[in-house]
Every structure is written in structure tokens, then in C-alpha cells.
């Protein structure tokens, strides 16, 4: 019997998911299929139980439900749990358990793209959800040495720095009200993420000024449709090095497909699979 993949978000336009996993299901042969499932807010539990019954075999969670997911799954591996997100569910033997991929992909994804090396680092990362609390942990579990939170909701930054400092107590986790982002030092920083859902087609810009930082700083945004953002368009055009969401979208899915399937997925087919649908998209 075919066995069912699939992403849980809402809403799921922007999302290049399917054709990425189903490219290569195609190329090993497998019988799979991967497919969406655009939920509503009140609908997450119900769809989990469902899910259950209905044998699926495996799921992506995006936004907005990477952390309210969690309580509804039989069981969360130790490094999602640590991260307090869930983006990725596998059924086993009945069991929903959840992992965590996506702030290894996206650290994955800087390095190769950028060449950074985040040991030593300073980062100003503009979000605090579900994806940003992955690639924060990811980021100074790789040796950054300073991350600055700004989040439209400050709560939620504050909770986010208190979670950090429990794990990285030998590095500093601050956060900033949204204004602020343009009135701390830019010189000092390294690197600039954007993982609030600003950005994304038909949604706002960051209001942040990039034209004081230093050439070498790194401006990286991991929304990745549109592939160039109005931040990471304004960030070239200031002469800083930009990274696109795209690297971090098929890495964190390949380790998915491994965790579903068990089979090492073909990354550079996933790759081109993305960039295919990012134009028919556009
Ligand atoms: N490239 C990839 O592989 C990858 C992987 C994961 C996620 N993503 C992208 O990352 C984005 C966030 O995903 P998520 O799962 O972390 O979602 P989430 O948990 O719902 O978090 C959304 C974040 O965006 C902020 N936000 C939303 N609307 C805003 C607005 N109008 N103004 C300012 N801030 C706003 C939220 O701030 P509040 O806390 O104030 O609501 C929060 O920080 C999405 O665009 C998603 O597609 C990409």
C-alpha cells in the first residue's frame, strides 16, 4: 500500500513542499506520495488523531503550528523537545513522534552558501517562532557567541533568550524591542535573520535600515517565496552578502524524507525541484 507523506500548515500557498518530496520519491521509485494538508487553527488535534487512524506515515509542520503541534504527538525526540518546536512527525509502529530539522538545515545551508562560520559570531535574529527558536538553538549549539531577538510580540523574544540561557549559558542571549533593531550597533553584527513570515508574498518588509553595516556582514532570510525578498533585495543593493531561504528548505526536508523513509534522499533533484516551482510560483 502506498505510504502517506504530507505538510500540516495554514495557510500552504506559499509552500513548494510537494513537488520537492515528490521529486524525489520519483527518482528512488518508491511508494510514496506527499501530499498537502492546509488545516485550520481549530482543526490541528482533530487532523492528529485522524492522521493516527488513518496510518499516515509521516508529516512537515509549518507555520504557525511547529509548537502548538506538540502536545498532540505520542512523543518528541530529545532534540526537538530541547528546541520546543516540532517540524517534522513520524509514524512508528502508531506512534507520532516528533523531530526537529530545520535549524540543522538552515546552519547547513549558511555555511555552504555563505562560507560563515558561526563560531565567535553575532547575530541579530528578527522573529521568535517556531522556526526561529530551531535556528537559534542550531546557530549557537555551532558556536555563535551573541544572539540579539527582536520579535514583534516581545514576549515571546523574552521567553525565547530565558529557553536559550538554560541551554548556552556560556553565550548571550539578549532581546531588543522591534524599534531597537535600528538603534544598537550594526557595525558588531555578523549576521541578520529574518524568520518572522515577513517577507512572504503579499506580506510587509522588515523595517530595518541595512545601510550601516559592514560589508562582510551576512543578511539572510529564510522565507524562501519569494527567493529574493525585499530584504535580502535591499540587502545586495547595500553591497552585503545575502542568503536565501532555499539551501535551509531542502535541507531540512531531506532529513525529513530520512526520517520517514530511511533511505538518504537526492538532494541536488530536491534542490532543482525547489527552484522549478519557486518560478512556476513567481
Ligand atoms: N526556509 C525554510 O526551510 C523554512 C523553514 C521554516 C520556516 N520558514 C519560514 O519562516 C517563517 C516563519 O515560520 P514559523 O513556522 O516560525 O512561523 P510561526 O511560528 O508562526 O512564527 C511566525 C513569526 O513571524 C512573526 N510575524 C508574523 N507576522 C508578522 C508581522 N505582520 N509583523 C511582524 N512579525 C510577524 C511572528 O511574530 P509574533 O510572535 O509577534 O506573532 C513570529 O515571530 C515562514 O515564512 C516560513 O515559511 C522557512
Given at each position: 500500500m502506498t505510504s502517506v507523506l504530507g505538510i500540516v500548515g495554514h495557510p500552504l500557498d506559499h509552500s513548494v513542499s510537494v513537488p520537492m518530496h515528490m521529486s524525489a520519491i520519483f527518482t528512488l521509485g518508491i511508494d510514496y506520495v506527499y501530499m498537502s494538508f492546509d488545516i485550520l487553527p481549530g482543526n490541528v488535534a482533530h487532523a492528529v488523531v485522524q492522521f493516527k487512524k488513518e496510518h499516515i506515515k509521516g508529516f512537515n509542520v509549518t507555520i504557525p503550528y511547529k509548537e502548538i503541534i506538540m502536545p498532540y504527538l505520542d512523543?518528541?525526540?530529545?532534540?526537538?523537545?530541547?528546541v520546543g518546536a516540532v517540524n517534522t512527525v513520524n509514524n512508528e509502529n502508531g506512534r507520532l513522534k516528533g523531530y526537529n530539522t530545520d535549524g540543522t538545515g538552515y546552519v547547513k545551508s549558511l555555511r555552504e552558501q555563505t562560507g560563515?562560520?558561526?563560531?565567535?559570531?553575532?547575530?541579530?535574529?528578527?522573529?521568535?517562532?517556531?522556526?526561529?527558536?530551531?535556528?537559534?538553538?542550531?546557530?549557537?549549539?555551532?558556536g555563535v557567541q551573541t544572539i540579539i531577538i527582536a520579535n514583534r510580540t516581545p514576549e515571546r523574544a523574552e521567553s525565547l533568550c530565558r529557553h536559550l540561557k538554560i541551554y548556552f549559558s556560556g553565550a548571550s542571549s539578549q532581546c531588543i524591542g522591534m524599534p531597537d533593531i535600528n538603534t544598537i550597533d550594526h557595525k558588531a553584527i555578523n549576521l541578520v535573520i529574518n524568520t518572522t513570515s515577513l517577507g512572504m508574498k503579499g506580506a510587509g518588509d522588515i523595517d530595518i535600515d541595512?545601510?550601516?553595516?559592514?560589508?562582510d556582514t551576512v543578511v539572510s532570510d529564510i522565507v524562501y517565496n519569494p527567493l529574493e525578498t525585499p530584504l535580502l533585495k535591499?540587502?545586495?543593493q547595500a553591497g552585503l552578502k545575502t542568503h536565501d531561504g532555499a539551501g535551509m528548505l531542502v535541507y531540512q526536508g531531506a532529513e525529513s524524507f530520512r526520517i520517514w523513509t530511511g533511505v538518504q534522499p537526492p538532494v541536488d533533484v530536491m534542490r532543482q525541484a525547489v527552484l522549478r516551482a519557486l518560478q512556476e510560483h513567481h
Open positions: 512523543g518528541v525526540d530529545e532534540y526537538a523537545s530541547r560563515l562560520d558561526p563560531r565567535g559570531k553575532k547575530v541579530l535574529m528578527i522573529g521568535a517562532g517556531g522556526a526561529a527558536k530551531a535556528v537559534a538553538f542550531s546557530l549557537l549549539e555551532a541595512l545601510t550601516d553595516f559592514e560589508n535591499r540587502a545586495g
